[in-house]
C-alpha cells in the first residue's frame, strides 16, 4: 500500500508562492481560535516558537518535553549563529542567493519552494529575535556584526557570542514563558510523548508518560506538532543531548507518518575526538572556528612529533590544497570525509589516530590573543576543560561526529505528514536541507517553521477540516494507553543481563561504522543482518531496573533506544536503495575520478518516503518527485 | 582511580533520604563526573540494585539541566564550570566525593539527586521577557544598540537557569538568577518600556517561591557555571527601589 | 504609606532598609569614633564635647530618636530576613564548602546580635550610668567614667572583643549596604569595597584605642 504524496506546493513564480499562499489559507477567526486545542511536543526552536506564537494567535496550546524546563531543549546548545539574508554587510547577500547556497549545500535533494520561503523568512527571523531582547553581537556603532560560515562567501550569520542557540531559544523561552502565565499554553515538563492516535485517518491527540509519577496519560487536540528534533543519537556517540531521541516521530511513523530520506545524517567535522569507551557524548566545536583556524595533518602517516616541531613545508593543510576557493570553510560532508580520508591514509593525529589539527597559531600571530579570546574564548576554554591541552599554544585536535539529521517525518509544503493534523516542525521534519544542512541553518529553519510557517498553515488545516469533538475518553486512546502500559512492562520484566547503555553503544558502533561518514553496499547489508539481531538481543536479556511509578531514567532510556534499534535499521535500507552519493550520504560506488560525491540526478532526484508496513515486513518506498523549475542542477564544487 | 562516593540516596519526594556509601573502580581521568556516575550507574543495574537518578541532558555546559553538591561546593571543584565538564582530573585516586543535590525549600527532591527547579520557570513567567508578539516586529538594525550594552547584557544572559546560585548561596536565595535576567533585558533600549514592571513582578515571584535573601556573600558568583556578576544583583534592587517607590513608568 | 508597606513586604525591601539603616549606622559610629579619640587630648577636650552635645537639646534627641528608629527596623528586618532565610533551606547540606564567604559575611547575623546586646550594655553604662563597674558615674564627666571604667581589665576587654565583631559587621556592612540600595556601579574590585574597608579599620582602630590606652596606663 502507497500512500499519495502531494507537497502542495503553491503555483506561481518561486518568489510569490508564499505570499500568494498566504492569501489563500483559509483563516479562522479570533473569537474561534480559542476553542482549538493544539498539541505541541517539544519546547525547543521549533516547538517553543511555535506553541509561545499559537497561544498569542488565541489558539489553545498544550506543549511537552521530557526535560525540566522547556529551556533545556537542545536548541540550546548551537554554538555558531544563525543565517539571514540581510545583505548588512553589503556583499552581495539576497534572498536567492542564500535560497540557492542552501539548494546547493543540500545537494539538490531538498524543494525549492520549501528553500525560498525559508530563505524569504530569515530577515523576520532576526528581527523579531532583536525585538525580543536576543544579544546579537554588535559593532561598536551599534550596528548587528555578521560572520561568515561553512558552505557560503558572504557573511551572513549572525551569533551571540558562541551561544547563539541559547540566547534564541531563550527569546523563544521567554515568549513562551509568557503565553503559559497568560494561561494560553499549559506546560507540560518531565513529559514524554510515547503515541501518536489517529481517528478517522486524523492525528487526533498523544499518549505521554509523566516521567516523575510514571503516570500514563492522554491528550486530545484538533491538531498535533512535533517539534522534537533529530535521531541523530542513534549513532550513541553524537554531538546530541543524552535525551534527544526518535521516539515521538517514530511512534507517529508507526502510526502511518512517512519517514523521508532517514539516510541523511550529517556528521560535523569539528568536534573533540572520543577518549575512550566510556565516553557518552561528543562535543562540537563551533563551525566558525573555521573562520580563523586552519585545518592540517603532517604529510607523512604516522607521524608522532609534537605539531609544534612540525615544520611548514611537511604540512598538508588539505582544505585548503583541495578547495583553494572555500578552503576551510568547504560545507560540512566535504570537510568531515576529507577528515576521514587522511586519517584512513594514517595521517590522523592524537592517540587513536582519529584525529586533524585544527591550528590558530597563524590567526594569533596576525590578529593577536586578545582577538581570538573575543571570538572564541568561551569555546577554547571548553576545549581545554575536556582535553587538557591549551588550544592557544597547542592546535586543537577535532575529528567529526554525528551531529544533525537532515531526513525526518515527510511533510508537505504545509509542514503536514501525510497523516491528516499531523504537522512536524524543525529538525524532526525532513523538509528544507537535502542531503546536507549548511551550517547555521538549524537554527534558521527551527524559528521559521515555528514563528511563520506553522501558526499560517495550522489554522489552514483547522477550517478545511471538519473535526468531530474527541476528548480522551475515546476508545483510540485507551487503546494507545494500553499498549503503551504493555511495552513498559515488557521493559520491566526482561530482567536480563546487559545494560541499556551497552546495547545502544552497539548499535551506535554498527551505525557508525557501516552508515556513517561512508557508505557501500556490503556494509550496509551487514549492517542490516546485525541490527536486527542485536534488536532480538535487546528484548531478551536488557535489564531495565526500578517500577514504572516513579522517576525511571533507565526506563526512559529503553524506550528510546527500543526506538534507535528499529529506526537504524530504516536508516540503513535508505541508503543501501540510494546507491547514488549525495551531500552527507557518501556512497563509495559513487564517486567522481577525484573522490568527490556523484549524485545520480536520473535515478535519485527525490524523496525518500518509507511507510511503516507491519511488525516484520518491510517497509514501503514511496517516491515523492523533486522539481527543479529555477536552479539548473550543478555538481557541487567547492573548488 | 579508586574513589568513595557519599551520596544521598531519596526513593522520592516525600521519602526520607541519607547519604549512602559506594566505591567507584576504574575511573580514568579524562571522564567526566558524570560519565563517572554512569559507570556507577552500570555496576548498581547489573548487581540488581536502583542506579542513582540525576539530572544531565546536553553534556555540553549549556542546558542547565545537570546540578550536584560536590564536595559542599555547587557544581564541583572547578571554577566556571557545570557538573558536565567537569572532569575527573579535577579528583586524586583514593578521594571521598560527597554528592548531595540542590538544597533548597523551593527546589523539592524528585528522587536522589534529580530536584524540581520549576520555580525558576515561575519567576521569568512573573516578567522575564519582553513583550514582543511574532509579527511586526522593525528591522532589526533600526535601532542601534551600543556595543558595551550589548556586551554587558550577553553576559547576564548567558544563565544557564542551572539554579546553582541558589544551591551555593547559604540563604537559598535566588537573587543572581533573577537578577541575571533583569540585567539582560534591561541594559538593552528594547528592554526599557518594561524595566521597571519586570523587576517587581519578578522580584515579587521570587519571594512568593520562599528562596532567601541575599546576604551578599558572593557564593553564588563563584559557583555560576557562566560566572555571572554579582553586580546585576545591584542592578535588581535598583529597578525594584525606582519601581516600587517612584512608579513603573520608564 | 501603602507604597511602603508594599515595599518593605519584599525581601528586597527589607535589604534596603536594613542597608539605609546600616549607613545611619556608619555614619554615627564615624563620628562616635572621631569624638572618642578626643580622649586623648585630655578631660577638658571630649568634656567640653559631651557638653555641647547636650546643650544642642532637641537636636540630640532628634538624633537619638533617628537611631533608635534605626537600630529598631535594622534589627527587626535582620530578624525577618533571617527567619525566612532558614525557612528557605529546611534541610542543611551534609558537607558545604563556603568559596566565597568572608569571616565578616559569615558572622553578620550572630555579630550582629552580639552588638545589640552591647549597645545595650554600653548605653546603660556611659549614657544612663545605671552599670557601674567602677562603682562611680559621673554625668558631667565623661573623661572620668571612660578612665575608671577601662582600668577593670575585664571592662577594656569586652570592649575590645566586641570591637572586632563591629569591624567586621561594619566591613561587610558597609559594601554590601551599597549594593542592597542599589548604587554601586559595576565593577569586580568595586572602589565602595575598599572605602568600607578603609571606614571599618579606621572606626575599630579609633574605638579600640581608647580602652587600650587606658588599661595600658597612657590616658589615665
Known amino acids: 500500500m502507497t500512500v499519495q504524496l502531494e507537497a502542495h506546493i503553491p503555483s506561481g513564480p518561486l518568489a510569490q508562492k508564499w505570499g500568494k499562499h498566504r492569501f489563500e489559507m483559509k483563516l479562522v477567526s479570533p473569537a474561534n481560535k480559542r476553542k482549538h486545542t493544539i498539541i505541541v511536543v517539544g519546547s525547543g526552536l521549533a516547538g517553543g516558537a511555535a506553541a509561545a506564537t499559537m497561544s498569542e494567535l488565541g489558539y489553545n496550546v498544550k506543549c511537552f518535553c521530557f526535560q525540566d524546563s522547556p529551556r533545556r531543549a537542545h536548541s540550546i546548545a548551537a554554538q555558531g549563529g544563525i543565517n539571514a539574508a540581510k545583505n548588512y554587510q553589503n556583499d552581495g547577500d539576497s534572498i536567492y542567493r542564500l535560497f540557492y547556497d542552501t539548494l546547493k549545500g543540500g545537494d539538490f535533494r531538498s524543494r525549492e519552494a520549501n528553500v525560498y520561503r525559508l530563505a524569504e523568512l530569515s530577515g523576520n527571523i532576526i528581527d523579531q529575535c532583536v525585538a525580543q531582547g536576543v544579544p546579537f553581537a554588535r559593532e561598536y556603532g551599534g550596528l548587528l556584526s555578521n560572520r561568515s560560515f561553512g558552505g557560503a562567501q558572504v557573511s551572513r550569520t549572525f551569533y551571540a557570542r558562541g551561544q547563539t542557540g541559547q540566547q534564541l531559544l531563550l527569546g523563544a523561552y521567554q515568549a513562551l514563558e509568557r503565553q503559559i502565565a497568560r494561561g494560553g499554553v499549559t506546560m507540560y515538563p518531565r513529559t514524554e510523548m510515547l503515541d501518536l492516535v489517529v481517528i478517522d485517518g486524523k492525528a487526533r491527540g498523544i499518549v505521554v508518560r509523566d516521567l516523575v509519577t510514571g503516570a500514563i496519560e492522554s491528550h486530545a487536540g484538533e491538531a498535533v506538532v512535533l517539534a522534537t528534533g533529530g535521531y541523530a543519537n542513534v549513532f550513541h556517540l553524537s554531538t546530541n543531548a543524552q535525551g534527544s531521541n526518535a521516539t515521538a516521530i517514530w511512534r507517529a511513523y508507526k502510526r502511518g507518518a512517512a519517514f523521508a530520506n532517514p539516510c541523511f545524517t550529517q556528521i560535523h567535522p569539528t568536534c573533540i575526538p572520543v577518549s575512550g569507551e566510556y565516553q557518552s557524548k561528543l562535543t562540537l566545536m563551533s563551525e566558525s572556528l573555521r573562520n580563523d583556524g586552519r585545518v592540517w595533518v603532517s604529510k607523512e602517516p604516522g607521524d608522532k612529533r609534537d605539531p609544534r616541531q612540525i615544520p611548514e613545508n611537511e604540512r598538508d593543510y588539505y582544505l585548503e590544497r583541495k578547495y583553494p576557493s572555500f578552503g576551510n570553510l568547504a560545507p560540512r560532508d566535504i570537510a568531515s570525509r576529507a577528515a576521514k580520508e587522511v586519517c584512513d591514509e594514517g595521517r590522523g593525529v592524537g592517540e587513536s589516530g582519529l584525529g586533524v589539527y585544527l591550528d590558530f597559531a597563524d590567526t594569533i600571530k596576525r590578529l593577536g590573543r586578545d582577538v581570538i579570546k573575543e571570538r572564541y574564548g568561551n569555546l577554547f576554554e571548553m576545549y581545554e576543560r575536556i582535553t587538557d591541552e591549551d588550544p592557544y599554544e597547542v592546535p586543537m585536535r577535532i575529528y567529526p561526529a554525528a551531529h544533525y539529521t537532515m531526513g525526518g517525518l515527510w511533510v508537505d509544503y504545509n509542514l503536514m505528514s501525510n497523516v491528516d493534523g499531523l504537522h512536524v516542525t524543525g529538525e524532526a521534519n525532513f523538509s528544507d536541507h537535502g542531503a546536507n544542512r549548511l551550517g547555521a541553518s538549524a537554527l534558521m529553519q527551527g524559528l521559521a517553521d515555528g514563528y511563520f510557517i506553522i501558526p499560517n498553515t495550522i489554522g489552514h488545516y483547522l477550517v478545511s477540516n471538519k473535526l468531530e469533538k474527541v476528548d480522551a475518553s475515546h476508545a483510540a486512546f485507551k487503546a494507545a494507553e494500553a499498549e503503551v502500559a504493555e511495552r513498559t512492562n515488557r521493559f520491566l520484566s526482561i530482567k536480563g543481563k546487559r545494560t541499556v547503555a551497552s546495547f545502544h553503544r552497539e548499535l551506535g558502533k554498527i551505525m557508525w561504522h557501516y552508515c556513517g561518514m561512508s557508505r557501500n553496499d556490503a556494509g550496509l547489508r551487514t549492517a542490516l543482518k546485525k541490527i536486527p539481531e542485536l534488536r532480538e538481543e535487546f528484548w531478551r536479556d536488557v535489564n531495565v531496573p526500578g517500577s514504572d511509578v516513579e522517576l525511571n531514567q533507565a526506563l526512559e532510556k529503553a524506550g528510546r533506544v527500543a526506538d534507535f534499534l528499529e529506526l537504524g535499521e530504516l536508516i540503513c535500507l535508505d541508503a543501501l536503495h540510494r546507491t547514488e552519493s549525495c551531500g552527507g550520504h557518501f556512497r563509495e560506488e559513487s564517486q567522481t575520478a577525484d573522490g568527490e560525491a556523484l549524485r545520480d540526478d536520473e535515478n535519485f532526484a527525490y524523496v525518500a518516503a518509507w511507510q511503516y508496513a507491519g511488525e516484520g515486513r518491510s517497509p514501503v518506498l514511496n517516491k515523492e518527485p523533486l522539481v527543479f523549475e529555477n536552479v539548473k542542477l550543478s555538481q557541487r564544487s567547492y573548488k | ?250 | 504609606m501603602g507604597r511602603l508597606r508594599i515595599f518593605y513586604a519584599s525581601m528586597v525591601g527589607k535589604k534596603v532598609v536594613m542597608g539605609v539603616t546600616g549607613l545611619i549606622g556608619v555614619g554615627f559610629v564615624i563620628m562616635h569614633s572621631l569624638g572618642n579619640l578626643l580622649v586623648f587630648r585630655g578631660p577638658a577636650a571630649i568634656n567640653s564635647y559631651s557638653h555641647f552635645l547636650k546643650s544642642t537639646g532637641e537636636l540630640l534627641w532628634g538624633l537619638r530618636i533617628l537611631l533608635i528608629v534605626a537600630v529598631m527596623f535594622h534589627v527587626i528586618a535582620a530578624v525577618q530576613l533571617t527567619l525566612q532565610s532558614r525557612a528557605a533551606r529546611p534541610l542543611a547540606y551534609t558537607k558545604q564548602e563556603h568559596q566565597a564567604a568572608t569571616v565578616a559575611s559569615r558572622t553578620m547575623r550572630w555579630g550582629g546580635a552580639l552588638l545589640l546586646v552591647f549597645i545595650a550594655l554600653h548605653v546603660l553604662h556611659f549614657t544612663t550610668g545605671t552599670i557601674r563597674p567602677a562603682g562611680v558615674f559621673s554625668p558631667d564627666d565623661v573623661y572620668a567614667n571612660v578612665v575608671t571604667s577601662f582600668r577593670i581589665w575585664w571592662v577594656a576587654l569586652f570592649y575590645v572583643a566586641v570591637m572586632v565583631a563591629l569591624g567586621l559587621h561594619l566591613f561587610h556592612g558597609a559594601w554590601s549596604s551599597v549594593r542592597s540600595v542599589g548604587v554601586s556601579p559595576p565593577s569586580p574590585q568595586p572602589l565602595h569595597h575598599r572605602i568600607s574597608f578603609a571606614i571599618a579599620l579606621l572606626v575599630w582602630a579609633a574605638f579600640t584605642a581608647v580602652p587600650i590606652a587606658v588599661a595600658a596606663g597612657i590616658v589615665r
Open chain 2, 1 to 250: 582511580m579508586n574513589l568513595t562516593l557519599h551520596v544521598w540516596r531519596q526513593a522520592g519526594p516525600r521519602a526520607p533520604g541519607k547519604m549512602v556509601v559506594y566505591k567507584a573502580g576504574d575511573i580514568s581521568p579524562d571522564m567526566s563526573f558524570l560519565e563517572m556516575l554512569d559507570v556507577v550507574n552500570e555496576g548498581l543495574t547489573l548487581r540488581g540494585e536502583v542506579p542513582i537518578a540525576f539530572d544531565h541532558d546536553c553534556r555540553e555546559g549549556i542546558c542547565g539541566m545537570c546540578s550536584l553538591m560536590i564536595n559542599g561546593i555547587a557544581h564541583g571543584p572547578m571554577k566556571g564550570t557545570a557538573t558536565c565538564q567537569l572532569h575527573m582530573r579535577s579528583f586524586k585516586d583514593g578521594d571521598t566525593i560527597y554528592i548531595e543535590p540542590w538544597r533548597a525549600g523551593a527546589f523539592p527532591v524528585i528522587k536522589d539527586l534529580a530536584v524540581d527547579r520549576s520555580a525558576l520557570d515561575r519567576i521569568i513567567q512573573a516578567g522575564g521577557f519582553i513583550t514582543a508578539a511574532t509579527g511586526g516586529a522593525q528591522d532589526a538594525n533600526a535601532v542601534l544598540v551600543p556595543k558595551e550594552s550589548v556586551d554587558g547584557a550577553m553576559d547576564a544572559a548567558a544563565c544557564i537557569g542551572c539554579g546553582a546560585c541558589v544551591a551555593a548561596c547559604p540563604n537559598a536565595s535566588a537573587s543572581l538568577f533573577t537578577a541575571a535576567k533583569i540585567t539582560h533585558l534591561g541594559l538593552l533600549p528594547q528592554g526599557q518600556p518594561e524595566r521597571y514592571r519586570r523587576a517587581l513582578e519578578m522580584v515579587d515571584q521570587m519571594d512568593l517561591e520562599n528562596f532567601g535573601s541575599c546576604t551578599l556573600h558572593g557564593e553564588c558568583q563563584e559557583a555560576c557555571p557562566k560566572e555571572i556578576s554579582i553586580d546585576t544583583i545591584t542592578r535588581m534592587n535598583r529597578d525594584f527601589i525606582r519601581g516600587r517607590l517612584i512608579g513603573t513608568r520608564p
